[in-house]
């Protein structure tokens, strides 16, 4: 995978300033398969790395070691932000505060590349963060370190699994990620265990205070007595100044850590074994005994197990067995079997005062596993905003209590799930129609509405912020203005394409910077280039003379952005007849612009909305770097950005895979923008991120039946039509997909369908939606469902004949997989493109004529 790659999307979000010390830990653990024996005899393997080496990796993810020990089997730092462990095959770096802890990997996998060690197998695991609007590049969300660790390993057998564990309700979650070689069962059982526990008590803190300077490592570990945890350990410890201590010890192959942060407000440590099995220690007084050295109020731990033992039964095992550490109530557990065998626990536990013992028995690894389904089917909230429909609180006195999560989502998105009173349901379309039929039937509704699932969006940002890592995307607001998806987008850091002053309105209402929008609608109205001068959106593109001297005159400072034509002929909605420009026109547009004083800064294109060639953006792209030369040979330039437009699709609506358009795409940008010129991409997609979100249910008011040709056939009315939200059926060329709900029953057989019509509720004979589709027999108050419903619906729809586009009520949804309670356990791949012309042509319908890619390889 080429790691060097730039521009990070997520980086462009200011690092805020932080309240108080994240002392949850992120923990990195890389494991190699063994050099061949030539290369390594002594079977070094990573402790063959010398000091610098260590040092630069560690610089990259910004701390540095204080402290070093050895035995025969590993190396052991102890760092300025927690601790390094290094085994001839296996690493294992835990860092804390805002260290990048994954901008590591890229050095260490070149160094173990150097010696010729493989890679096998990846774990993340952190907790959830106290302070996440501090975390730096690529810690700002779980997504983003998925996305970053996707591209390093990713392509192991496995696939790269992200998982989030533990109550969403709560705090705090487990995050894991993992990659591994397909079928690599370790052979033997190994345990890791981690603790974190917050809110210390305040005496017990206290000893890790050190503001004069003269308590040493050793005097807290003994006045703490974290020597008597693991009394045959050889330990290294490090006290910090004004307050702080770190430990590694060693006892053999085995490894354990300690870690705190004293102070009060923010006060946590850590403990973290490894290697040790029921032989050596009983999981429930290890647990019982580093609890009892901080006494914190809260604590969860999570226990890992590799590998599966022969006999399938580790049931004798003290650390497969319950715990119930005594002072202690568990009040959450749930449990994640991972790839190649391994299985992951996770508890949380709370004071119940000190000596009574715990109410609650927690999960053991092999007990009830079915246990932890935590959201089920059809458990959803009941939804306030169908009945008090225009009556939000304002978001700034929203306080969360379903989304109350920190970590992934973080606290702001929490509060904006919350805010829009999104309904946690099952992610497949049999859960949507029940929230459908519930919401119709709780709330007599009569009216059509829309059910956006807000996890769609957070899918989609997934899966391009993995696959298109260059590539910053500025959502089309065109597209879909709803507000929580624009606000959505904007939390994860997406920019805005905006076309016009109300667009423009819209973002700036949710809080964008100028940076983040670009205007990009290249005739615009001189009017709405003066708002957007104004409110310093500098940003715009343009295709035409005239554009450039009304530019000129209205905002003299513009930075203009070339739109060039480069059309996907067989696009959905091909644009190219009304926007772009013609390579042979780019010269003189340069030229007047350079007369003019303005500054053009880049070159954009939009294939057409909803692509059907993936070639098409190479051919662009190609165009693009037309452009940049062409500027180069007229003398010095700004040229710095690529926009690439829109019309990407998402796989479930176009059947094809993004990650393999991506990897083509990519290919394109790294041949003729590579990261080292310094050149921004960025996208404008539209349709990628609202279309899947939105399900539309639309209401049946009448029923005919007839007899055509002696075949029985039905006529329904329904209350959305092609004057309102399927208006796509003309200008997006839509094809729509629908689903019937009877009120009676959910299933019916062959025998009791008719082929069908659909009409809208206009009387203009126009308004038809479907025809001869195959339904069972409907009867007013049954609803129809129409999935995917999210891109050019809503926002082009009108008030024709009195049925008013506008007054369609949007119900929020939180749909998550119904054995997963993690909601976020969703895998996807990065694929790399090839050098076969067959791998452009997965976006393909038909054959693409202008642009194929044996023209752009040349
Ligand atoms: C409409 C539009 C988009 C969005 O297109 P999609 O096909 O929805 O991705 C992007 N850029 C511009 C300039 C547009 O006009």
């Known amino acids: 995978m080429g790691v060097s790659v730039a521009p990070e999307p997520g980086s462009v979000m200011e690092v805020k300033s932080c309240p108080g010390f994240e002392g949850f830990e992120k923990r990195l653990e890389v494991e190699f398969h063994p050099a061949p024996i030539f290369t390594d005899p002594e079977g070094k393997g990573l402790r063959g790395l010398a000091r610098v080496e260590l040092d630069s990796m560690l610089d990259a993810a910004k701390c540095t070691i204080v402290a070093y020990v050895s035995n025969e089997e590993f190396d052991s730092y102890v760092l300025s932000e927690s601790s390094l462990l290094v085994y001839p095959l296996k690493m294992v770096l835990k860092t804390c505060g805002t260290t990048q802890i994954l901008k590591a990997i890229p050095h260490l996998l070149e160094f173990a590349g150097a010696l010729s060690l493989r890679l096998r197998r990846?774990?993340?695991?952190?907790?959830?963060?106290?302070?996440?609007?501090?975390?730096?590049?690529?810690?700002?969300?779980?997504?983003?370190?998925?996305?970053?660790?996707?591209?390093?390993?990713?392509?192991?057998?496995?696939?790269?699994?992200?998982?989030?564990?533990?109550?969403?309700?709560?705090?705090?979650?487990?995050?894991?990620?993992?990659?591994?070689?397909?079928?690599?069962?370790?052979?033997?059982?190994?345990?890791?265990?981690?603790?974190?526990?917050?809110?210390?008590?305040?005496?017990?803190?206290?000893?890790?205070?050190?503001?004069?300077?003269?308590?040493?490592?050793?005097?807290?570990?003994?006045?703490?007595?974290?020597?008597?945890?693991?009394?045959?350990?050889?330990?290294?410890?490090?006290?910090?100044?004004?307050?702080?201590y770190s430990m590694n010890s060693m006892e053999g192959a085995a490894h354990s850590t300690i870690h705190v942060?004293?102070?009060?407000?923010?006060?946590?440590?850590?403990?973290?074994?490894?290697?040790?099995?029921?032989?050596?220690?009983?999981?429930?007084?290890?647990?019982?005994?580093?609890?009892?050295?901080?006494?914190?109020?809260?604590?969860?731990?999570?226990?890992?197990?590799?590998?599966?033992?022969?006999?399938?039964?580790?049931?004798?095992?003290?650390?497969?067995?319950?715990?119930?550490?005594?002072?202690?109530?568990?009040?959450?557990?749930?449990?994640?079997?991972?790839?190649?065998?391994?299985?992951?626990?996770?508890?949380?536990?709370?004071?119940?005062?000190?000596?009574?013992?715990?109410?609650?028995?927690?999960?053991?690894l092999f007990q009830n596993p079915e246990h932890h389904v935590i959201i089920s089917e059809n458990n959803y909230v009941p939804n306030k905003s169908v009945h008090g429909k225009y009556s939000r609180q304002p978001l700034s006195t929203v306080t969360s209590s379903v989304w109350n999560v920190d970590g992934l989502l973080g606290g702001e998105m929490a509060k904006l799930f919350a805010y829009y009173d999104a309904a946690v349901i099952g992610s497949t379309s049999k859960d949507t129609d029940a929230f459908v039929r519930k919401t119709a039937a709780d709330a007599c509704m009569e009216s059509a509405f829309y059910v956006m699932d807000l996890a769609s969006v957070l899918t989609q940002w997934k899966l391009w912020v993995a696959c298109l890592p260059r590539v910053k995307p500025f959502y089309a607001v065109k597209c879909n203005a709803d507000g929580a998806l624009l606000a959505t987008l904007h939390k994860l850091g997406a920019g805005f394409d905006v076309a016009s002053t109300a667009e423009l309105n819209a973002v700036m209402d949710l809080g964008a910077v100028p940076d983040d929008i670009i205007f990009a609608n290249p005739c615009k109205l001189p009017t709405h280039i003066v708002k957007a001068g104004k409110n310093g959106v500098l940003c715009t593109t343009f295709d035409s003379e005239s554009e450039l001297y009304k530019l000129k005159e209205y905002m003299p400072n513009a930075e203009v952005i070339l739109r060039i034509k480069a059309d996907d002929p067989n696009a959905r909605c091909p644009l190219g007849s009304k926007y772009g420009a013609e390579l042979e026109e780019c010269e003189e547009l340069l030229a007047v612009a350079k007369e003019l004083a303005l500054k053009v800064v880049g070159v954009a294109f939009h294939v057409g909305s909803g692509a059907s060639d993936a070639r098409a953006f190479a051919h662009g792209i190609a165009c693009a770097k037309h452009i940049f030369e062409l500027a180069a040979s007229m003398g010095p330039n700004d040229m710095k950005l690529v926009d690439i437009g829109g019309g990407f699709v998402s796989s479930a609506s176009s059947g094809v895979d993004f990650a393999l358009a991506a990897a083509a795409i990519n290919k394109a940008i790294d041949r003729y923008f590579p990261a080292s010129m310094g050149v921004t991409v960025i996208a404008e997609p539209g349709r990628f991120f609202a279309e899947d979100a939105f399900t539309l249910a639309t209401n049946v008011f009448g029923t005919r039946m007839r007899k055509k040709a002696g075949i029985k056939q039905a006529e329904y009315w329904v209350n959305d039509g092609i004057y309102g939200s399927m208006n796509c059926l003309l200008y997006d060329h839509a094809v729509l997909s629908v689903r019937a709900l009877r009120q009676a029953d959910a299933e019916w057989g062959e025998e009791n369908v008719y082929p069908s019509t659909i009409f809208g509720p206009t009387c203009d004979g126009l308004d038809t939606l479907m025809r001869d589709i195959y339904l069972p027999q409907l009867q007013c108050g049954d609803w129809l469902v129409f999935p995917r419903m999210g891109a050019y619906t809503?926002?082009?729809?009108?008030?024709?004949?009195?049925?008013?586009?506008?007054?369609?009520?949007?119900?929020?949804?939180?749909?998550?997989?119904?054995?997963?309670?993690?909601?976020?356990?969703?895998?996807?791949?990065?694929?790399?493109?090839?050098?076969?012309?067959?791998?452009?042509?997965?976006?393909?319908?038909?054959?693409?004529?202008?642009?194929?890619?044996?023209?752009?390889?040349?």
């Open 261 to 364: 942060t004293p102070e009060d407000g923010f006060s946590f440590a850590s403990f973290e074994t490894m290697g040790y099995g029921s032989g050596d220690l009983d999981l429930q007084s290890l647990v019982e005994k580093v609890t009892s050295v901080f006494r914190p109020a809260c604590f969860s731990m999570c226990l890992f197990a590799a590998g599966s033992a022969e006999n399938g039964s580790h049931s004798s095992s003290s650390w497969e067995r319950s715990i119930r550490p005594s002072g202690y109530v568990c009040d959450g557990t749930s449990r994640q079997e991972l790839p190649c065998g391994s299985v992951a626990v996770f508890h949380t536990f709370k004071d119940c005062g000190y000596g009574t013992v715990a109410a609650v028995q927690p999960l053991a």
């Open 794 to 858: 809503k926002s082009a729809g009108s008030t024709f004949n009195g049925f008013d586009i506008r007054d369609l009520p949007t119900l929020y949804v939180y749909s998550c997989s119904e054995n997963d309670y993690s909601c976020f356990d969703h895998d996807f791949s990065v694929v790399e493109g090839n050098d076969s012309s067959e791998e452009y042509s997965i976006f393909s319908f038909g054959n693409i004529s202008s642009s194929s890619s044996s023209d752009d390889e040349q």
């Open 122 to 244: 990846c774990k993340y695991t952190r907790g959830t963060f106290m302070f996440p609007a501090a975390q730096p590049f690529p810690h700002g969300s779980f997504h983003e370190e998925v996305g970053y660790l996707e591209r390093y390993f990713g392509h192991l057998g496995s696939g790269g699994k992200a998982y989030v564990m533990g109550n969403m309700a709560k705090f705090p979650n487990w995050h894991i990620y993992t990659a591994a070689d397909e079928n690599d069962f370790m052979s033997e059982r190994t345990y890791t265990l981690e603790m974190c526990m917050t809110k210390l008590d305040q005496v017990k803190a206290t000893q890790f205070f050190n503001a004069d300077g003269t308590k040493s490592g050793a005097d807290m570990t003994e006045a703490a007595g974290i020597n008597s945890l693991l009394p045959n350990s050889k330990i290294c410890d490090f006290s910090f100044e004004p307050c702080g």
